[in-house]
């Protein structure tokens, strides 16, 4: 049976929005990675078959393939192609599926995966937004469609909408994501004290660290702001920060491990995506969890480490009510309430945490999901080798 093995992982800080990242060319951003990334492996880059990077509001400096641009950018050999993937907030996790396939299906030896997003630059929505007022039409990708409107009538589609729905559905009170949100700012402050970030970390100029976690936040503060929708129980502390980063991996065949000499750290155990709710949008990691335990036989008790994105505080919180993961093991090293979530990185700027993290304390088995767009979700179980 063909393997898909994970040889290297890095990614950029993530930077604050307006912060030290903000001015750069998200070209320049995932360019950073990919140099490095090729100089961590030590094998020809020409040898690359293709580039898969997930980038969202792909419009001005993140138009015309950012995924090719980055690549170019980097100085890597011309002969290398490059395509950018959008499952929204899980583009990049998918683009480590797109890139695992390929090696999987055995057409395919070496694939890089990655991502990149300023968010700083091009806010999220832009690209609506910008196409659609030139041309008169209400900004949004449903609006207009009748078969939309047949099916999910004049639902609001909206993230924050949908947080509170979870809240609601699951019991989750505010003071119970406001302990979680602190709790996620404690843990990354930890991780990054205790350094157990820095071998993944390539320092983009003076920003050598994570940019988000904040050392004064408190419950007080927290109890002190609006909700985002008035007489809602989600604020600005329980939800994802607005951020800028970069991340690439590298996957390859058995074939190409023996060929290039080169160590594999992880293999891609499971990969799988599935739908749920696109009005509550956000609901997706729970049945996509349970599909991916399903397929391989595995309970959530055989997972070491789990990484689920912090879009909100709401949609881990419900994922662990309805897994019975033990809390212990997710997110150990904070998430993106506290570390940011810069869109089209995200996927493998969690992946590359996890697979540093398992090698860290020893663990077999990763698990790695996000809440996407369109009431989306991807998961990804690695091992340890």
């Known amino acids: 049976m063909a393997e898909a093995y994970i040889v290297e992982a890095v990614r950029t800080p993530v930077g604050r929005r307006g912060g030290g990242l903000s001015a750069v060319h998200p070209a320049d951003l995932g360019a950073h990675v990919l140099k490095e990334l090729v100089s961590r492996a030590g094998m020809d880059p020409a040898a690359v078959e293709d580039v898969v990077f997930g980038c969202l509001d792909a419009v001005g400096p993140q138009a015309g393939d950012i995924a090719r641009t980055c690549w170019l950018a980097a100085g890597l050999p011309e002969e290398v192609p490059g395509v950018t993937v959008d499952r929204q907030c899980g583009s990049s996790q ?22 990149v997003q300023n968010m700083s630059m091009i806010p999220i929505a832009f690209a609506t937004r910008q196409a659609a007022e030139p041309l008169g039409l209400t900004a949004g990708p449903f609006a207009g469609s009748e078969g939309w409107r047949a099916r999910y009538g004049q639902k609001p589609v909206n993230q924050f909408a949908g947080a509170e729905m979870i809240a609601a559905k699951w019991g989750i009170s505010r003071p119970d994501q406001e302990e979680f949100a602190l709790r996620s700012h404690r843990r990354a402050l930890r991780a990054i004290d205790e350094g157990r970030f820095e071998r993944e970390l390539v320092p983009y100029g003076p920003v050598a660290v994570d940019e988000g976690p904040r050392r004064d936040t408190s419950l007080e503060k927290m109890a002190a702001l609006k909700p985002v929708i008035e007489g809602g129980t989600v604020t600005a502390a329980c939800s994802s920060q607005v951020s800028d980063g970069a991340a690439a991996m590298l996957l390859a065949s058995e074939r190409a491990v023996r060929e290039h000499g080169l160590t594999p750290r ?3 155990h499971h990969l799988s995506v599935r739908g749920e709710d696109p009005i509550r949008m956000l609901t997706a990691p729970i049945p996509a969890t349970a599909h991916a335990l399903k397929k391989t036989g595995l309970s959530i008790d055989d997972i070491d480490l789990v990484e689920i994105n912090e879009a909100f505080a709401p949609v881990v919180l419900a994922w662990l ?16 309430i506290a570390l940011g979530h810069p869109l089209g990185a995200t996927g493998v700027k969690l992946m590359t945490t996890l697979l ?25 179980i690695i091992e340890r080798l």
């Open 94 to 115: 998918q683009a480590v599926h797109f890139a695992a396939q390929g090696v999987l299906s055995g057409t395919q030896d070496l694939v890089v995966a990655g991502g």
């Open 266 to 268: 992880a293999r891609v």
């Open 321 to 336: 009510k309805e897994t019975g993961a033990d809390p212990d093991k997710v997110n150990v090293n904070g998430g993106a």
């Open 356 to 380: 540093h993290e398992l090698e860290r304390t020893g663990g077999r088995f990763g698990l790695q999901t996000m809440c996407e767009g369109g009431g989306q979700a991807n998961v990804t």
